[in-house]
């Protein structure tokens, strides 16, 4: 996708301080991040929305959450995270390329 930033990102063509990259996924700093720990888990497939992972996504959604637990254990949240997949606009999805923030370090941080 050529107009997708995540995919820019993927392809170097936008900065990103990346903490994980293999053939199928790519960890990064979140831009703006909403607690002392705040990365970014995405498939180097584009996939624009958790509503449109289809079955045979499904190993590459479970290995998000693998490399998610692997890099929050590696920041030192182990014991502090949430993941958080935005579908669509209204619930706050700006960036149409399935993403899993990881979001560490301050506790309890919603009423969800
Ligand atoms: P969404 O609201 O779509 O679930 O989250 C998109 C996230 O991507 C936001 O937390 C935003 O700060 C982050 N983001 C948007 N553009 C960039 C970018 O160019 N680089 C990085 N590292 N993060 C970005
Ligand atoms: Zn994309």
Known sequence: MTDCIFCKIIAGEIPAKKLYEDEDVLAFWDISPQAPVHFLVIPKKHIP?????????ERLTGKLLRI?????????VEDDYRAIFNNGAKAGQVVFH????II???GRPWPM
Do not use: F, I, S, Y
């Not at 998610?68 to 030192?76: C, L, P, R, S, V």
């Not at 399935?98 to 923030?101: E, Q, Y």
């Open 49 to 57: 929305r958790p509503v449109d992972v289809t079955e045979p996504d």
């Open 68 to 76: 998610a637990a692997q890099m929050a254990k590696e920041n030192g």
């Open 98 to 101: 399935l993403h899993m923030h």
């Open 104 to 106: 560490g370090g301050k």
